[in-house]
């Protein structure tokens, strides 16, 4: 079976860089904790805005904000870690603003443990996603121009505004399925689907628990548990459903790549 019944041919990889990450864990509350790497919503989030979609409705244009526009019947994400990454905790002021005559810090503020993901050695972060679209003319060829020329209508960042990001093209890649049961992943991929090889000491896992979605409401999707190899290395899986994984083929460099993901 194919992924949410979407069979792809084709991905754009490019890669998403920065000195500073932080993806806020929807559960956590007083302490702002991290995620290590980017969760479906804020890819398809920052997607939608180098498209400029809204993300709110327009009660006079009628526009439809873009959660239905990128749900999993429509759209496929794939992620794999690029780098190495740390985690530092730094105490942020943040400016009670109940009202616009507040803004000037009149109010007081709070302070907030807020959990930083770091490059471990490089200069910045990078996290490389690999995307598909049902929607050939509205979605996938206008962010494959928007890429191609490095027009982007709202600037990306990693998780925060605060946090900018700059976006490198690598280019459009085939997709075909990966027939075989044991595969050596690049991408991150849902806990359930696979079942980790821990004969390797030099590998290090580490699971997350997700949201995948959200209905136009703003009420978010039933969460997935995803897992990472840590050290930004291969991961080496046997599957559980063997139509789940794909091998993507593209150039980098001059050089011919390919590679093993499994979709978010």
Known sequence: MSSNGLNPEKVLVFDIKGPMAHFRKYYTNSSSLSYLFPPRTVVVGLIAGLLGLPSERHTKEKRDIYYEKFDEKRCL??????????????????????SLSEVDGSA???QIPLEILLPESNNEITYRVYFYHANEEEIYSKLKWRLDGQRFVYPPYMG?????????NVGEGKVSKNPKQEVELNSVCK?????????????QYITEKMPTGFLNDRTPKKPE???LEVKGKIMKVKLKDNDACYSVS??????RLIENIMFM
Request: aromatic share 8%.
């Open 77 to 98: 994400v794939a992620v794999s870690l690029r780098s190495k990454v740390r985690r530092i905790m730094q105490t942020v002021n943040y400016i009670r603003t109940k």
């Open 108 to 110: 007081g503020g709070t």
């Open 160 to 168: 925060l505004s605060e946090f900018l990001a700059s976006i490198d």
């Open 191 to 203: 806990l359930k689907e696979v079942e980790l090889n821990f004969s390797s000491k030099n590998l």
């Open 225 to 227: 548990e995803y897992v």
């Open 250 to 255: 593209y150039s980098e460099d001059g050089c």
